[in-house]
């Protein structure tokens, strides 16, 4: 992976319709997709991620902005003059063709030689595993074969960028897993930039490098998945990924690059970043699992009332009842040696871990 | 529990109905006798279509020896061949205009436009085609059979664009996104990708636009010069002598075409799962 940029969006906005009618699927996105990363597109359907892969493939032309690859401005191109190509939802896969002659289909557009192309199909026959199934049709091989094939015959013309829209969605769960290391695998071994689009925030974890949330047309937070998990900006992004507990807090100190709060039970604690609020209140995030309960009441942070626990193999959830009226989720992981300690209708202490408050932008 | 189950005895079945049988026996009578009647005529031995004198294929050896039906069948082909031919290009290009693009005002009246000839009354046709032809010939004083291939491809358009309009919108758009997204340019991709999928409703439309034009007498009967009698119009200009079972015969062959081309249409539909 290199720090050169493959595909930059330069203020895309889509808007579908006029006048009246008129959608806005893209409200001046901006973003920098570097060469050679597994970058992922996430957020929930209607979010507008698809229409920004469909812009960069060049079925839709944007309404505003420009979209450039390696710093060619290709957004008034048509799809077959980009370098390009997409794995559809659906495949796609061209039923009146052999398996071979689908993946041959870009090759022979390219008008690369009969020799090229068949070397070249073999190849991706070999990297995706199906060369016994070369003369098949399309219609006889199974879901899972279909996405290799519709894999190949993407990766076959080899593009500068290869645009993924949602293609594991259709699979079942142990096809699905299988096929995220496979795309690893393929992407590490091509070195080519691959644009994912999903709406499964488990996904977005696992396979990228980095991910940009989405929501209504807009670009929520670019970064790593560690990054965007352990520090979610605004509101949105921390729901949408992962489990997460929402508390409003009052500011007591800003440092250059720490924030001391006093949480609603009164005790202080300190956030990574400066925070920035009109009226001295702002909103936190804490994940379930950064927090443990505690007998002590000096050492906790918060206190509430335990209404449930639910036992979930690997974890326990307690729902709490803070005396605010906040419900608050304690995550702990099992122990071979953790008992039933808590019960519902206890009253606990919770304990948030250092480093565990992320201060929200909204 | 018992409501269920006396819903479900009640449950409206057409069959069911008093004198179903008998209306459907009878609507098949009326549809079919008819045709019953006149090929088991055209194997009469008599000289009339309408008293039985024993079984003989003689009238279908004199149609086959009339030079006026070879004739006239051999227009009849001439014609049906290249309408259907021009007709069913036609209404490819008219079905991708109207499929394929993105929509623009006025689609709906194109639509409108390109189906005309089943709307306008085929006698208006027919004298409005008379008139305009006229002056053409007397302009030009061609009198050949452009005319009739003309006029025939007209009315055909409609009946070859229906079945290949209803294929492409039943097709799978993505694929020609998929297409355009590995190189191919609009015309590889229609060629490559769009045609090959195209073809049954194609074959089905010109087999459609084959029969049609094969089959019409009103245009044909006003547009048509002497000499050149397609089929139909023989037929229609012997009824005004004494009948004889030759007109059967050569009706039965006319009707045995028609059945083998619609039934070539049903199963390419079929094959196809359309």
């Given at each position: 992976m290199s720090d050169s940029v493959s595909v930059a969006i330069h203020g895309v906005s889509k808007v579908f319709g006029h006048d009246r009618n008129a959608v806005t699927a893209l409200d001046d996105v901006s973003l920098d997709i570097r060469e050679g990363e597994f970058f992922t597109l996430l957020g929930p359907s209607g979010c507008g991620k698809t229409t920004l892969l469909r812009l960069i493939a060049g079925f839709e032309h944007p309404t505003r902005g420009h979209i450039d690859l390696h710093g060619e401005e290709i957004s008034h191109l048509p799809p077959y003059r980009r370098p390009v190509n997409t794995v559809f939802q659906s495949y796609a896969l061209f039923p009146h063709m052999t398996v071979a002659e689908n993946i041959g289909f870009g090759l022979e557009m390219q008008g690369k030689s009969k020799e090229e192309t068949t070397s070249t199909v073999g190849e991706m026959l070999r990297l995706v595993q199906m060369e016994d199934l070369a003369d098949r049709r399309t219609d006889q091989i199974s879901g899972g074969q279909q996405q290799r094939v519709a894999l190949a015959r993407a990766l076959a013309p080899r593009p500068r960028v290869l645009l993924l829209d949602?293609?594991?969605?259709?699979?079942?769960y142990k096809l699905r897993k299988g096929m995220q290391i496979e795309l690893k695998r393929l992407q590490n071994e091509t070195g080519i930039t691959f644009i994912f689009v999903t709406h499964d925030q488990e996904e977005a974890l696992t396979m990228s490098d980095r991910l940009a949330v989405m929501s209504q047309g807009k670009v929520l937070q670019v970064g790593a998945p560690r990054e965007i998990y352990a520090h979610p900006a605004v509101r949105f992004v921390a729901d949408f990924i992962g489990d997460t507990n929402f508390l409003d807090a009052e500011l007591l100190e800003i440092e250059r690059d720490r924030t001391e709060l006093k949480l609603p039970s009164g005790k202080p604690v300190s956030a990574r970043g400066a925070a920035r609020s009109v009226d001295g209140k702002v909103h936190i995030a804490v994940r379930p699992e950064q927090t443990t309960l505690t007998r002590d009441a000096d050492a906790a942070h918060l206190e509430g009332h335990i209404d449930n626990v639910v036992y979930s193999g690997t974890d326990t959830h307690y729902h709490i009842t803070l005396p605010g009226g906040e419900s608050f989720v304690v995550r702990t992981q099992n122990r071979g040696d953790s008992g039933d300690e808590w019960q519902a209708g206890q009253t606990a202490g919770i304990v948030i871990e250092p480093g565990a408050v992320q201060i929200l932008a909204d | 529990m018992e409501n269920s189950l006396s819903t479900r005895r009640n449950q409206f079945s057409v069959f069911k109905q008093p004198g179903f049988t008998i209306i459907a026996l009878a609507c098949f009578i009326v549809l079919y006798m008819p045709i019953v009647v006149l090929v088991v005529y055209s194997f009469n031995s008599g000289t009339s279509p309408a008293k039985w004198d024993g079984f003989s294929l003689q009238w279908y050896a004199a149609a086959w020896n009339n030079s006026a039906v070879k004739t006239a069948t051999l227009i009849s082909i001439i014609v049906a061949c290249q309408a259907s031919l021009y007709a069913t290009i036609l209404a490819t290009m008219a079905a991708m205009g109207t499929t394929r693009t993105r929509p623009y005002r006025g689609q709906n009246v194109i639509y409108a436009l390109v189906n005309q000839p089943l709307m306008v009354p085929e006698i208006v046709t027919a004298v409005a085609l008379l008139i305009c032809f006229a002056v053409i010939k007397e302009l030009t004083d061609y009198r050949g059979l452009a005319y009739l291939v003309l006029s025939h491809t007209a009315f055909c358009i409609p009946f070859a664009y229906l079945p290949i309009r209803a294929r492409l919108e039943g097709m799978d758009r993505t694929l020609e996104l998929a297409a355009a997204d590995l190189y191919a340019n609009s015309w590889q991709s229609f060629r490559r990708v769009t045609l090959p999928q195209l073809w049954p409703g194609i074959l089905a439309g010109a087999m459609l636009a084959f029969v049609i034009s094969l089959d019409d007498v009103v245009i044909t009967e006003f547009v048509k010069a002497p000499g050149q009698d397609t089929l139909p119009t023989y037929m229609l200009g012997q009824l005004r002598r004494a009948i004889t079972p030759e007109i059967n015969a050569i009706s039965t062959a006319l009707l045995l075409i028609s059945a083998i081309l619609a039934l070539f249409v049903f199963l390419l539909g079929r094959k196809h799962g359309n």
């Open positions: 949602e293609p594991l969605s259709a699979l079942d | -």
